[in-house]
């Protein structure tokens, strides 16, 4: 079966930026919609960004303008890029394929000074 690796996570002042990536083991499936969640402590998980097979993407309002997900067809990977990072972005991401239900293992972010 499919499995997503992540990796990139980690330690960053206000106002950093931080990568994400995503390694999808069979590759046909970074043409399907893929997407990025996060989860902080204490809440829900939520819908960060996610992009299509057409690559239009979506983003929650909290992160437009300042992260993009991506896909990269030669590393076989799904990236999320987030700039201008605030303490308010702290949370495990996790890398998600909606179609059946496959989740990476979760990559910790922490943004403070």
């Known amino acids: 079966q499919v499995q997503l690796v992540e990796s990139g996570g980690g330690l960053v002042q206000p106002g950093g930026s931080l990568r994400l990536s995503c390694k999808v083991s069979?590759?046909?499936?970074?043409?399907?919609?893929m997407a990025w969640y996060r989860q902080a402590p204490g809440k829900q998980r939520e819908l960060v960004a996610a992009i299509r097979p057409n690559s239009i993407t979506e983003y929650a309002d909290s992160v437009k303008g300042r992260f993009a997900i991506s896909r990269d067809n030669a590393l076989a990977t799904i990236d999320l890029q987030m700039n201008d990072l605030k303490p308010e972005d702290t949370a495990v991401y996790f890398c998600?394929?909606?179609?059946?239900?496959?989740w990476g293992q979760g990559a910790q972010v922490t943004v403070s000074s």
């Open positions: 069979q590759r046909a499936w970074i043409m399907d919609t």
């Open positions: 998600n394929l909606p179609r059946i239900g496959a």
